[in-house]
């Protein structure tokens, strides 16, 4: 990895969970782990890394969401401390600076249900 404090976009493959700097709409932010969905050829040719939030608070009123069970057998891969739900449609492009660490991954079945689901929502 690029450091223990300066993590590089080479590091970040697609669908790792990393804690991220998560900057909101009014401009304030915090960190929060994100999946990250683009691949590494893509985040090299951007300059940055296509995250989608994931949250440890179920919305309900929030559509597209995946649910991430910790009663799963393949849960302890992801680096999540409890149930967390992904938000396909809360996307950010989170440049190397805002990178602070790889928490996990997802499974190969759901990656392969996100990819599928990304297709049809916004063409990944």
């Avoid at 709409?25 to 985040?43: C, H, I, M, V, Y």
């Avoid at 759901?110 to 990304?118: M, P, V």
Wanted: a neutral charge; glycine letters at 6%; proline letters at 5%.
């Amino acid at each position: 990895m690029g450091g223990a404090s300066s993590p590089f976009l080479s590091d970040v493959c697609q669908w790792e969970i990393w804690q991220v700097y998560w900057v909101h709409e009014d401009g304030t932010g915090k960190e929060r782990p994100a999946l990250a969905f683009s691949t590494s050829a893509q985040n090299q040719a951007s300059g940055y890394v296509r995250f989608l939030k994931i949250t440890s608070e179920d919305h309900p009123d929030v559509p597209c969401r995946l649910q991430i069970s910790a009663s799963d057998s393949q849960f302890p891969h992801t680096g999540l401390d409890k149930t967390s739900w992904i938000h396909f449609l809360d996307e950010q492009k989170v440049p190397a600076a805002n990178l602070r660490f790889r928490r996990g991954h997802i499974n190969a079945l759901t990656a392969a249900y996100l990819t599928r689901r990304l297709q049809k929502l916004i063409g990944m």
